[in-house]
C-alpha cells in the first residue's frame, strides 16, 4: 500500500500547483479588468470636467448659476459625490454642497499639483471637508486665462471610493476580496469592508511592494487576518493607483484536499477489503458477486427497474441477502413509478379539463354580460329614467363590469397556461411599478399605501416572459389588497447576480393565513375570509400563479412577516439573466 499511497500523494501535490496557478492567473485577469473599468471611469471624469470647463458661468464662477449647472450635471455621474469650482487663491466659488461656498481649501495637495502643474490631476485618497471627513478622491481640471496662460479657476470633482469597489463587486464572484490602493499605497477601499483599514498605509507590505515592481503579475502574501492569499494585482493607468483582487489559498486548495483524503480513505478501505477477500476464500465468495450488485445497482440507478442480481451458488448469504432485498426494493420502486406515472396522467388531463372549462365558461359569459353593460349603460343616458331607479342601475353596471374584468382575467391565465413562454428583455422596477397602478384604485379606496422597493443589484433589463411575471404580481397584490386593512402594501424586487434569479416579495398588513390553509393555499379553488364567511373570488389566482411560476422554471411561496407584525409575504423567484 505503500507505492499507492506515494503516487497519490505526489498526483495530488501536482494538481494543488496547477490549481494554485491557475487561481494566481484569472485573480490577474480580475484585476486587470477592474482596473480598465476604473480608467473608463477616471476617462468619463476627466472629460466631464474638461467640458464643465468651457461653460462660462462655470468658468468664471457665477455663483448661483454656476451651483445650478453643476447640480444639474451631478446625477449623470452616479460614481461622483460632489462638483466644486474653486478659485486659484482656495476659495470655493460653488458647488453641489451649498455648505462650502467661501471655505478655504487652498492647502489640498492636489490643489497645489494643479495649480503648479496647470494640467489635469488626479489625486491619492483625501478627507474631504464637505464630506464630515470621509475619505474621497479628487479629478482637478485647471481652467486657464487665455491672456497669459494663469490659472483663473480649478473645476473639482469628488470621487466615492465606495461606488467605484461596488462597480467591481459587480463584476466578479463573492468570495474575492477586492481593494483599491492609491500611489502612495494607502487602501483607498476594499471588500468585505474592514473600516478600521481605510486610509492605512500598506506601501511597505508584500503586495503593495510586488505591484510596484511587475505592475501586473500576481502574488501568494497573508491577508489582514493572516491567512494566505493569492492576489492578483494591475494599475490603474489614468493615476497611480493598483486594483487588487484576491482569494483565500484555503478555499482554492480545499476540493483538492477533500479529494486526497477521499483518496486516501478509499485506499486505506480497499487494502481492508483486499484482506477480507483473501480471508474469506478469494473471488467466487466475494469479488463476482459484489460486481454482479454493483451492476444491478448501477441499472437501477440509471431507471432499469427490470434488473436483477444473480450471485451464483457459492456467493456469501450475507450477499444473497442483499441481493433479495435489492430485488424487493425495485419491485417497490416499479410500484410506485406506475402510480406515480397515473397520478401525473390523471392530474395532467385534470388540469387541461379545467383550463377548458375556465376558457369556455369565460368565453361565453362575455355574450350576456355585454348585453348586460349595453343595457345599463342605455338606461343611465335615457333621461326617463327614474332618479330611484338609477342607483340600482348603477349597481348592475358596476357589477356587471366586475365580472367582465374577471371573465376576461379568466381567459387571459387559461391562455397563458396553454401557451409556450415567450422571452424577452424587459424593465423589472417599471413592471413592479406598472403593477402597482393596476392595483392602486382598490388600494385607494381601502386607504393603504403602496410601496415600490427596488434593491441596489437590481438590473436595468432581465429576460423572462412578461405577461406571465406580470399576470403573477398582479395577483400577490390584489390578495395583499384585498386583505390589507390598514398600512401599506409593499412590492420588494431583488436580484441574485450569482445565480440570474429575480425575486418579488409582497408585504402586506393582513390577518395573515391560518396554519390548516397554508398547505393548501396554492390548490385550486382555495380561499378563505377571515370574517370566517364565503371567501371572496374563486380562489385561483394563488394556483395559477403557482402553475405559470413552475412554467418560467420558479416557484412561489409563503411565510411570515419577517418583522413579527400581522400580515403575510408571498414571494415569487424565476430565473431571469441581466440582458443590461
Known amino acids: 500500500m505503500a507505492i499507492p499511497a506515494l503516487l497519490a500523494g505526489a498526483y495530488f501535490e501536482s494538481r494543488a500547483r496547477e490549481r494554485l496557478h491557475l487561481a494566481e ?5 480580475e484585476a486587470k479588468a477592474g482596473a480598465r473599468e476604473l480608467d473608463a471611469l477616471i476617462v468619463q471624469t476627466r472629460m466631464l470636467v474638461t467640458t464643465l470647463a468651457a461653460i462660462p458661468e462655470i468658468r468664471y464662477g457665477e455663483g448661483a448659476a454656476c451651483a445650478d449647472t453643476l447640480r444639474r450635471l451631478l446625477p449623470t455621474a452616479g460614481w461622483l459625490v460632489s462638483l466644486s469650482v474653486i478659485r486659484a487663491d482656495g476659495y470655493v ?27 489635469f490631476v488626479f489625486s491619492d485618497l483625501a478627507a474631504s471637508r464637505a464630506r464630515n471627513a470621509q475619505p474621497s478622491l479628487y479629478a482637478v481640471e485647471p481652467v486657464l486665462r487665455r491672456e497669459d496662460g494663469s490659472v483663473e479657476v480649478l473645476v473639482v470633482a469628488a470621487l466615492d471610493p465606495e461606488w467605484l469597489l461596488q462597480s467591481l ?4 464572484e463573492d468570495e474575492r476580496r477586492i481593494g483599491i490602493v492609491d500611489g502612495q499605497g494607502m487602501l483607498v477601499a476594499r471588500y468585505p469592508p474592514v473600516p478600521e483599514a481605510i486610509g492605512r498605509s500598506f506601501g511597505d507590505g508584500p503586495v503593495v511592494t510586488a505591484a510596484r515592481a511587475n505592475r501586473n ?11 494566505p492569499i493569492v492576489f492578483g494585482f494591475a494599475p490603474v493607468e489614468a493615476s497611480g493607483a493598483w486594483v487588487f483582487v484576491g482569494r483565500e489559498a484555503s478555499a482554492i486548495l480545499g476540493p483538492i484536499e477533500a479529494e486526497s483524503r477521499s483518496s486516501y480513505l478509499v485506499l486505506a478501505l480497499s487494502g481492508l477489503l483486499v484482506l477480507l477477500v483473501g480471508l474469506a476464500g478469494g473471488e467466487w465468495l466475494l469479488i463476482r458477486p459484489i460486481a454482479a450488485l454493483r451492476r444491478t445497482i448501477d441499472r437501477l440507478a440509471d431507471g432499469d427497474l427490470s434488473a436483477r442480481a444473480r450471485l451464483g451458488q457459492f456467493s456469501a448469504p450475507e450477499l444473497a441477502a442483499l441481493a433479495a432485498q435489492v430485488a424487493r426494493m425495485a419491485e417497490r420502486l416499479g410500484t410506485k413509478e406506475r402510480e406515480l406515472i397515473e397520478a401525473r396522467d390523471a392530474a395532467t388531463a385534470a388540469s387541461a379539463a379545467k383550463s377548458w372549462f375556465l376558457g369556455a365558461a369565460s368565453h361565453e359569459l362575455r355574450a350576456p354580460l355585454n348585453s348586460v353593460l349595453g343595457w345599463a349603460q342605455a338606461l343611465l343616458i335615457d333621461p326617463r329614467l327614474p332618479p330611484a331607479l338609477r342607483d340600482q342601475v348603477e349597481d348592475i353596471g358596476r357589477a356587471g363590469w366586475r365580472l367582465n374584468a374577471i371573465a376576461s382575467r379568466l381567459l387571459e391565465a387559461t391562455r397563458l397556461e396553454t ?7 424587459i424593465d423589472p422596477a417599471g413592471l413592479g411599478e406598472a403593477c402597482l397602478d393596476l392595483v392602486r384604485p382598490a388600494a385607494a379606496e381601502a386607504g393603504l399605501a403602496l410601496v415600490l422597493e427596488a434593491g441596489p443589484a437590481l438590473p436595468p433589463r432581465v429576460r423572462t416572459d412578461e405577461r406571465r411575471l406580470r399576470q403573477i404580481l398582479r395577483s400577490l397584490l390584489e390578495n395583499a389588497v384585498k386583505f390589507s386593512r390598514d398600512g401599506e402594501v409593499r412590492l420588494r424586487l431583488s436580484w441574485q447576480a450569482a445565480s440570474g434569479l429575480l425575486r418579488a416579495e409582497v408585504l402586506d398588513h393582513g390577518p395573515g393565513v391560518p396554519a390548516g390553509l397554508r398547505n393548501k393555499l396554492f390548490q385550486d379553488f382555495a380561499h378563505h ?19 405559470l411560476a413552475v412554467q418560467l422554471g420558479g416557484e412561489v411561496g409563503h411565510a411570515d412577516r419577517p418583522d413579527g407584525r400581522p400580515g403575510s409575504l408571498f414571494w415569487l423567484q424565476v430565473p431571469a439573466p441581466s440582458a443590461a
Request: charged share 20%; aromatic share 0%.
Open 169 to 172: 463587486i459587480a463584476r466578479l
Open 25 to 29: 492567473l484569472r485573480a490577474e485577469d
Open 217 to 227: 503579475g500576481h502574488v501568494l502574501a497573508p491577508g489582514l487576518d493572516g491567512r
Open 93 to 119: 466659488l460653488c458647488s453641489t454642497n451649498p455648505t462650502v461656498p467661501g471655505l478655504n481649501v487652498g492647502d489640498q495637495p492636489h490643489l497645489r499639483q494643479a495649480l503648479a502643474t496647470r494640467q
Open 419 to 425: 401557451e409556450a413562454p415567450q422571452l424577452g428583455d
Open 529 to 547: 375570509d377571515p370574517g370566517g364567511q364565503v371567501g371572496r373570488g374563486l380562489g385561483l389566482g394563488l394556483s395559477v400563479s403557482a402553475r
